[in-house]
């Protein structure tokens, strides 16, 4: 080392001077200072630096996804930060917990001088809304009250592909749905016909079942069988997803479906933990939405939020309104119990003992 550089030390390297004088409650600025704005703030500051770190792995993520084919190594390295995203997940959807040993009297002793600041300015939380797959919601009134460079900033990353997005077209480039003169989906429709018709059988012939029974469990049957049907129709698959039924592709549909089936095999084993890996991302994010509308409805009742919006009736409905990858939970709708599955051809399973180049 040179003599002349300066001997690093901790405080230094981590601009704490900066980090810990950045805390200044409101309350101080109108008298006395309420005892718990300090908490509140310190868990915001966390929160947005996890953030910032999430954000981080989902830039390279999102960049080692843009560029296909992905072969393993890559893939590994996606799914040890996608690892990384859901521990910190994990983290900040615990430190709900923190922020609740502050009573609801405690938070009125500073609430008010809050407004019109509030957790929906929080850009780097819809910039993750955005990069996973939200770009849609953009034009929800919650933009409203980001500043201008905040707004041009959001709308130039919606521009991005998305994590969603990019997943979409990675599905339904994978090349072994045909193979030679196997037609995969021929054979799954055939399997799921003797299912259904085997399930019919059962229906009618329980003899629990009056005449009533019977005929509503066949319905459901009957609902069922609409629901496969567009799996082997690609127009009914579109009309569902007009409907909103569906966000993926058809053919990203089938591949995912594909992987879920055959995920034993070597080839599939990766493509199936980051399939897993993206419902956990969803699945975090979506407890964190509940936790933090049940803390607020704890906090503040019925009342409206800081920011203006309804406050907990608001959050309740993102939980349900704001899901990213609820396609992949809904395909569980399309198993085939292993012992029906189709067999597949000895080359097709050879070949699916390596790594695609697709
Ligand atoms: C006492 C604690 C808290 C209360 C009472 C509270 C209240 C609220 C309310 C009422 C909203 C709806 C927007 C509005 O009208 O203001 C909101 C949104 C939000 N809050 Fe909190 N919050 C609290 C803690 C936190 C914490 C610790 C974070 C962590 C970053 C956070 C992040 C957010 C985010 C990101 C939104 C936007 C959510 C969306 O639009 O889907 N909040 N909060």
């Known amino acids: 080392m040179n003599k002349e550089t300066p001997t690093l030390c901790y405080s230094d390297y981590l601009k704490l001077p900066i980090l810990l004088n950045a805390q200044v409650p409101e309350s101080t600025q109108y008298g006395q200072q309420a005892h718990d704005e300090m908490l509140f703030i310190i868990t915001h500051q966390t929160y947005e630096l996890w953030f910032k770190q999430i954000l981080y792995e989902l830039y390279s993520v ?47 002793d500073f609430r008010d001088y809050l407004i019109p600041a509030s957790g929906f300015q929080s850009r780097q939380f819809r910039e993750i809304e ?15 009250r980001f500043s201008k460079e905040d707004k041009t900033y959001l709308e130039n990353s919606a521009q991005q592909p998305s994590l969603f997005e990019l997943l979409d ?62 799996l082997f129709d690609k127009n009914k698959y579109r009309q569902f997803q007009q409907k909103g039924l569906f966000k993926l592709s058809y053919e990203a549909t089938l591949a995912a479906l594909f992987i879920q089936l055959y995920r034993d095999e070597p080839l599939l084993q990766l493509p199936f933990k980051l399939l897993n ?56 709708t399309f198993l085939i119990p292993r012992s029906k599955l189709p067999e597949l051809p000895a080359l097709l399973i050879r070949n699916l003992g390596f790594y695609p180049t697709a």
């Not at 393993?72 to 040993?101: A, C, P």
């Not at 955005?130 to 409203?144: I, M, T, W």
């Open 62 to 108: 999102l960049d080692l996804f843009a560029v296909l084919p992905l072969d393993e190594k890559k893939l590994y390295t996606l799914s040890t930060r996608l690892r990384r995203i859901i521990k910190i997940q994990g983290v900040i959807n615990q430190q709900i917990n923190i922020m609740e040993t502050m009573t609801p009297l405690d938070f009125l």
């Open 169 to 230: 077209v990675w599905l339904a480039r994978m090349p072994f749905l045909e193979f030679q003169d196997f037609s995969f989906w021929n054979s799954y429709n055939k399997a799921v016909q003797d299912m259904l018709d085997n399930d019919v059988k059962i229906i009618k012939n329980n003899p629990l079942l009056n005449t009533s029974e019977q005929d509503f469990q066949l319905q459901a049957l009957q609902s069922t069988q609409q629901n496969f049907d567009c």
């Open 277 to 332: 890996q993206l419902m956990d991302i969803d699945a975090e994010l979506t407890q964190w939405r509940s936790n933090h509308a049940l803390m607020v409805q704890r906090m503040v009742g019925t009342k409206i939020g800081t920011g203006g919006s309804s406050g907990h009736d608001y959050l309740k409905s993102t939980i349900s309104g704001k899901r990213i990858f609820a396609d992949l939970f809904n395909l569980s």
């Open 130 to 144: 955005l990069r996973l797959g939200l770009s849609h919601h953009l034009n929800s009134f919650s933009y409203g």
